[in-house]
């Protein structure tokens, strides 16, 4: 560090008794080199030193002074190129800068970048695995046979491993594509796609004009190609059995319109068989079956034994889980098992969000509700006498919450069996899932559970006087008003001092 030539020879005081618009020290600048650049978060990490001088604190401590004066060099950051190896997508993702805003966290972004800076200039990589990534995220493919193309290979992959060699990615993937294939996935429910990728098989056939019979199973074409022998080479789930039907079709005469069996043919993407098992008249019957046309065919095959496994499996579940939230609710927790069963037979999922009048006071409830899920508020209406802006009082029905009812409770069996209106109002408080049973399913339930659900339960809150009623309303009256009025002098003490929440200084 130089001197000026003027204050050579001149006594010097102390540094914290000298003048702070006197400079003691002055830099020989140099024009022909690039001047430093300041690296702002290192200079607020030096200037946020305990001891140093500010605002409130008009002396800096002796150890804060000799502690600024040794680092105040890591605040320039040198620009100059140096020599360094170029960057790689590692290395890039290695000293990203981190979000945190602490000091702390500043101070080491800092020393991070500045050592960045010393070993290599810029960010800038040449390696051309780095740029050929982003170049491939920016590109999505947009043609539909490139998709479709890409799918049967993924299809193709991911069957070639045997079931319990799939990982959870690989039967997410088989899921996604499996949805996408129309003949399948209107077949099936998601839950039952999703245990049925757990069961996926391929099937290779390597030879031609062999037969595959596909009464047992359904088949997915992901290579070659095959003609079909019957009508219909297909069967929904649901539709008639199909063994009353000729095994061998006759082909149409050629004035016919509908073209002949031997002229279709199945190639990749086309599905034929059934998901549910079909029995010929004999065993060797050519319902449902097709003829390989080229080779090698792969097959993405569903077994029907596979698919009734999985069917029962699911409706077994979902029984149970129905019969524990019937006998959850108080008035079932007696219940046999074999009534419970029969109820939990008619029940049904569904969901409503908040807000949702589920039936109203005085009105038929349209069905039997168990809430496995959320909060309802029971309301009751009451007549008062209430004030008129103008000075008069007229009388008006009001409703008022009476109770609330939450996850294993259920209402209106009384009033779906007896024909009789709810005595409450139920309104959804937040999003519910509950399980209803609706008046046509009833319909079908015996005389002895029918007079089970008359004995175990009663009507919504019907014990319920109307002066209890009107004394709820009152209570809740005056708290409702004491909460604005406190609301209302809290507001008054803070805007009388000019404060306005969210606006100004107050905005946050």
């Not at 109203?360 to 009751?380: A, D, M, Q, T, W």
């Not at 559970?449 to 209890?468: A, G, H, P, R």
């Not at 004394?471 to 209302?488: A, H, L, M, P, T």
């Amino acid at each position: 560090m130089n001197f000026d030539s003027n204050n050579q020879g001149k006594e010097l005081n102390p540094w914290f008794e000298r003048d702070k618009q006197e400079t003691a020290y002055f830099f020989q600048h140099d024009n022909s080199s690039p001047r430093p650049m300041v690296d702002y978060a290192k200079l607020n990490w030096l200037c946020n030193h305990e001891g140093l001088r500010k605002k409130l604190d008009g002396v800096s401590t002796e150890d804060a002074h000799n502690f600024f004066m040794k680092h105040y060099h890591e605040m320039f950051v040198d620009t100059s190129p140096q020599a360094g190896i170029p960057l790689t997508a590692k290395d890039l993702e290695a000293t990203k800068p981190s979000d945190d805003n602490s000091d702390a966290s500043s101070h080491s972004d800092c020393s991070r970048s500045h050592k960045r800076e010393e070993g290599r200039p810029n960010d800038t990589s040449h390696d051309i695995k780095f740029h050929m990534s982003k170049l491939h995220k920016e590109r999505k493919i947009m043609d539909p046979d490139i998709l479709f193309a890409n799918k049967i290979k993924e299809l193709r992959a991911l069957t070639k491993k045997m079931p319990y060699e799939r990982t959870a990615e690989d039967i997410k993937q088989l899921y996604t594509h499996l949805k996408s294939f129309d003949q399948l996935s209107k077949q099936v429910s998601n839950k039952e796609l999703r245990e049925l990728c757990t069961a996926v098989q391929q099937d290779v056939w390597r030879d031609e004009n062999y037969t595959v019979f596909a009464n047992t199973g359904f088949y997915i074409i992901l290579r070659g190609s095959v003609t079909p022998v019957t009508r219909p080479w297909l069967k929904f789930r649901g539709q008639p059995h199909l063994s009353s039907i000729p095994s061998i079709l006759t082909t149409p005469a050629g004035d016919s319109p509908e073209p002949s069996v031997a002229n279709i043919e199945l190639s990749v993407g086309d599905c034929f068989g059934t998901l549910e098992r079909v029995d010929g008249p004999e065993p060797n019957s050519r319902i449902l079956c097709v003829e390989i046309k080229s080779v090698p065919c792969e097959f993405l095959k569903i077994h029907s034994n596979d698919f009734k496994r999985i069917t029962e499996h699911i409706i077994e579940h979902e029984i149970s889980e129905k019969i524990e939230l019937i006998q959850s609710c108080r008035a079932y927790k007696m219940w046999p098992r074999q009534s419970l069963q029969r109820l939990a037979e008619l029940l049904e999922w569904t969901k409503f969000p908040a807000n949702t009048v589920l039936v109203s006071e005085g009105f038929l409830c349209p069905f039997i509700v168990f809430i496995k899920n959320g909060e309802c508020h029971v309301l009751r209406e009451v007549r008062v006498n209430m004030m008129l802006p103008n000075g008069d009082k007229k009388w008006k029905r009001k409703q008022v919450v009476v109770g609330q009812m939450k996850a294993s409770e259920s209402f209106g069996e009384v009033s779906v069996l007896k024909s009789e209106p709810i005595t409450s109002s139920v309104v959804t408080a937040t999003q519910v899932e509950v399980g209803i049973i609706t008046l046509e399913k009833l319909q079908e339930l015996d005389e002895t559970t029918t007079s089970l659900l008359l004995q175990s339960n009663e009507s919504l809150y019907k014990t319920m006087t109307e002066d209890q009623i009107h004394d709820e309303y009152i209570s809740q009256e005056e708290k409702r008003q004491w909460n604005q009025f406190k609301q209302g002098v809290l507001e008054d003490s803070i805007f009388a001092k000019g404060i306005r929440p969210g606006r100004g200084k107050w905005a946050k």
